[in-house]
Nanobody, 126 residues
Framework: QVQLVESGGGSVQAGGSLRLSCAAS????????MGWFRHAPGKAPGIVVH???????SYADSVKGRFTIPKDNAKNTLYLQMNSLKPEDTAMYYC????????????????????WGQGTQVTVSS
């Protein structure tokens, strides 16, 4: 069973950057899909971005052009690089994994994410 641990959250002023890390207990390359979710008070939880087993990414419209998800397979770590942060990005951020699959992971539904980290808080002030 995959264990995920997020880190890197904190407080930053609008326009600044943060890099979140998601460390997995085992290699999640190819046979897993990975994703980042966030939940802010008063808002519905939602997916920020996900990456499939071939490296294809899909970003929420609200973060396109600002967030990226570099991945270091040798370290079993997925990152969320957040640039040009806005106050509306304030939320608890969660890393998630779907799998393992018999071949390359191709995500059909967000409901397939079954492994979750504990979350890390990001606060962006104006």
């Amino acid at each position: 069973q995959v264990q995920l641990v997020e880190s890197g959250g904190g407080s930053v002023q609008a326009g600044g950057s943060l890099r979140l890390s998601c460390a997995a207990s085992e290699n999640t390359y190819e046979n897993y899909c990975m994703g980042w979710f966030r939940h802010a008070p008063g808002k519905a939880p939602g997916i920020v971005v996900h990456i499939d087993g071939r490296g294809t990414t899909s970003y929420a419209d609200s973060v396109k052009g600002r967030f990226t998800i570099p991945k270091d397979n040798a370290k079993n770590t997925l990152y969320l690089q957040m640039n040009s942060l806005k106050p509306e990005d304030t939320a608890m951020y969660y890393c998630a994994a779907a799998g393992p699959y018999g071949g390359y992971c191709v995500l059909a539904s967000v409901s397939e994410f079954g492994y979750w980290g504990q979350g890390t808080q990001v606060t962006v002030s104006s």
